[in-house]
């Protein structure tokens, strides 16, 4: 037989039944293979049985007192820890702080009107508990800026933001003002809700949640 036709030849029952079972068997073995890879994978991407979409993080009641140390002219800094569940990175708990202000609903509406209507009229209470907290980051350009007493401002080290003790933007290259957090308090615990928003822009944009 030519080497050109010895394709065509289906060999003995012997060998056709040979090659069935290796041919079967090396399916079998890759479908094995893959059934070990995918289990593990799909378990990976499936979240934690204790992940939760609540992005509130409670404060200590140490840290909740804090809140009391603030008067009309003297924010205070509190920190807490923002807790996190996600089925890739698992639980993680992240050190953040705020700035606390005592206010009123009326002084905060009359000193940044825009958070109480139009475009940039936040989803949730400015006030609450008599309090109103400010995310730390600059929304200049993400820096952390301070509370200056001899001034009474909050003041940004690194390109000279100036807001007032309720956030109103002053001076220097910040589109707007110090973004306030969501706070409240729920089953006997002060919470906060860590919201990230874009910097450089005159509108809050917001960039992550907890």
Not at 71 to 88: A, I, R, S
Not at 89 to 100: H, K, M, R, S, Y
Request: overall charge negative.
């Amino acid at each position: 037989m030519a080497h050109a036709e010895a394709y065509k030849d289906p060999g003995t029952p012997e060998e056709q039944t040979r090659r069935t079972f290796m041919a079967n068997a090396v399916i079998a073995l890759g479908g094995v293979i893959g059934l070990g890879l995918v289990i593990p994978l799909a378990t990976s991407l499936l979240p934690p049985a204790d992940a939760t979409p609540d992005q509130w993080s409670s404060l200590t009641p140490e840290e909740a007192a804090a809140f009391k140390k603030a008067t009309d002219k003297q924010p205070v800094k509190v920190t807490f820890h923002v807790h996190e569940t996600n089925g890739y990175l698992g639980a993680t708990d992240t050190e953040q702080f705020v700035w606390g202000v005592k206010a009123t609903e009326q002084q905060m509406e009359q000193e940044r009107p825009e958070l109480f209507k139009g475009a940039d009229k936040v989803p949730y209470p400015v006030v609450n508990m008599g309090f109103v907290v400010f995310s730390p980051i600059c929304p200049h350009l993400g820096c952390k800026y301070t509370w200056n007493t001899a001034q009474n401002k909050f003041l940004c080290p690194c390109h000279g933001s100036i807001y007032s003790e309720l956030g109103k933007h002053e001076a220097g290259p910040a589109l707007r003002g110090l973004d306030p957090l969501p706070l409240r308090e729920f089953q006997g615990k002060v919470q906060i809700t860590w919201i990230e928003y874009k910097f450089n822009s005159p509108q809050l944009i917001i960039q992550r949640v907890g």
